[in-house]
């Protein structure tokens, strides 16, 4: 920590420092617990969304079979080269102050294939795979978010630490020490008009002697 200057001026700008960091300081909290709050949310829909993604596919009992028999097509019909993704599709948002992704839609290539070179399954294993994609696709997007708010967080929580810890105590100890240097001085300066007055009486008494 640098030294700090010893006089009237230094006082004052260590005091308007210390409101500064006073007033800031609620807001930083605020923020902080702002991002909290939300990242806890995008975590907990994170959650329903895989949730809802294992029910669809838990619901399909035949796509165990889709999975097993998907294994011994040729590689030019394997169902990932009939479900394509071909765009996801997200806009800005904005939380805190924090640029985010948000999904907007998941389109799909458009790729055509014979009905006759797969089981009836087909149709029903492209849509679950399209669904499931589109529950990555959602997942996926959230998850950046978390991870751009929590960069967030991380910053505001070491600004929060260095005003409370750091910035306020410190400031609030220059202020006292700047206060007892400033009131030491005064005392000795009156300890020493006392001292000169009573020589000057002194001189002036035994002058009139």
Do not use: C
């Amino acid at each position: 920590m640098a030294a700090v200057k010893l006089t009237k001026n230094e006082q004052k700008k260590q005091k308007d420092q210390l409101k500064q960091f006073l007033r800031y300081l609620p807001t930083l909290q605020l923020k902080k617990q702002q991002l909290q709050m939300v990242i806890r949310q995008i975590e907990q829909e994170v959650q329903e969304l895989q949730r809802a993604q294992k029910a669809l596919v838990d619901a399909l009992q035949s796509w165990v079979a889709v999975f097993h028999e998907h294994r011994i097509f040729p590689d030019s019909l394997q169902l990932d080269q009939v479900v394509i993704v071909d765009k996801v599709k997200k806009s800005k948002g904005n939380i805190a102050g924090v640029a985010i992704p948000v999904f907007k839609d998941l389109t799909f290539q458009q790729i055509g294939y014979n009905f006759d070179d797969y089981p009836l399954w087909v149709d029903a294993g492209v849509k679950v795979l399209k669904e499931i994609s589109r529950f990555d696709a959602m997942i996926a997007t959230l998850e950046k978010q978390i991870e751009l708010l929590g960069k967030e967080l991380r910053i505001t929580s070491q600004r929060v630490n260095l005003f409370e810890k750091v910035k306020i105590p410190e400031t609030k100890d220059n202020i006292r020490k700047i206060g007892i240097y400033l009131g030491d001085q005064q005392t000795a300066a009156v300890v020493r008009g006392k001292i000169a007055k009573k020589k000057l009486v002194k001189s002036s008494e035994e002058g009139a002697a």
